[in-house]
């Protein structure tokens, strides 16, 4: 039989009736039930975590640049780019299993990740907002010069007479007003993109958070489909029933049997109505 009221709303709620979230040592804050109000906690952070994992992923390509005169400060973030898959992944086997503490703890990592990659952010951003924008070319290593002048020359070789001629470079102040337009039309959509993925990932934290909480306190929301044999019901017909757990409980595997035989003995008594 389904768990009395008072023993379902016993994870959630204490003794004045506030959810119990606010009476938390460890972690004071109140979680959401769903991840954008279209998937469940867990598919939610499972997603999350997928594309936090893609992104330090690329790392490993992004590593090269050692081998092409990168900067100290891009080096360190591809290195601890692949550090942190390990994290991930042990973060996603947590969340498969459901275990809070495994979810709790990986939380805490995915703030921490979010804290400690806002400074290279910050220091990325301040670097490029702060530079002059004057259409100078960057310092290229040799083999860089080289390539680049490899693909000038292929570039004019196979130009089509009568087509549009190869560009010709620009230099002078026309070259620095050109830069000054096209930086100053797009430094406004790359600030937006920049705080927009900073409170993307605070969003995402948050949901991790929930979903921690929620394994703590037994309270998973989410939506789980069984299909029954006729055997466990008296009217010998096969029977799939659709269980969706409320807030109230989690839908462990302790759980299922009795709401099984509810759902069973629901359906036989439709089915006598009728």
């Not at 939610?44 to 390509?61: E, P, R, W």
């Not at 921690?212 to 096969?238: I, P």
Request: charged letters at 10%; hydrophobic letters at 40%; one cysteine or more.
């Amino acid at each position: 039989m389904a768990p009395s009221s008072s023993s379902a709303y016993a994870p959630i709620f204490g003794s004045s009736g506030l959810p119990s979230a606010v009476y938390s040592r460890r972690l004071s804050f109140f979680p959401w039930s769903t991840f954008m109000g279209l998937f469940d906690l867990k598919q939610g952070s499972t997603v999350i975590s997928l594309f936090a994992l893609f992104n330090k992923i690329a790392g490993v390509y992004g590593i090269l640049a050692v081998f092409s005169g990168g900067t100290f400060a891009q080096v360190s973030l591809y290195a601890y780019s692949i550090l942190s898959i390990g994290a991930l992944l042990w973060g996603l086997r947590g969340i498969s299993d459901e275990d809070p503490r495994v979810v709790l703890r990986y939380s805490h990592f995915f703030a921490f990740d979010h804290l400690l990659s806002s400074f290279w952010t910050f220091f990325f951003a301040y670097s490029t907002f702060s530079a002059p924008h004057k259409g100078e070319r960057p310092p290229l290593a040799l083999h860089q010069q080289g390539l680049m002048d490899l693909i000038e020359n292929l570039e004019l070789q196979y130009e089509i007479p009568g087509k549009v001629q190869h560009h010709s470079p620009i230099t002078g102040e026309a070259r620095v007003h050109g830069a000054q337009e096209v930086w100053n039309f797009e430094k406004g959509f790359a600030a937006t993109v920049l705080i927009a993925g900073w409170l993307l990932k605070i969003f995402f934290a948050l949901t991790l958070y929930s979903y921690a909480l929620h394994l703590r306190h037994n309270t998973v929301s989410s939506s789980l489909r069984y299909s029954l044999d006729a055997s466990s019901c008296t009217n010998k017909a096969r029977v799939t029933c659709v269980i969706f757990s409320t807030h109230h409980y989690h839908l462990r595997n302790h759980h299922k049997p009795a709401c099984t035989t509810f759902y069973c003995n629901l359906t036989e008594q439709l089915q006598t109505m009728t």
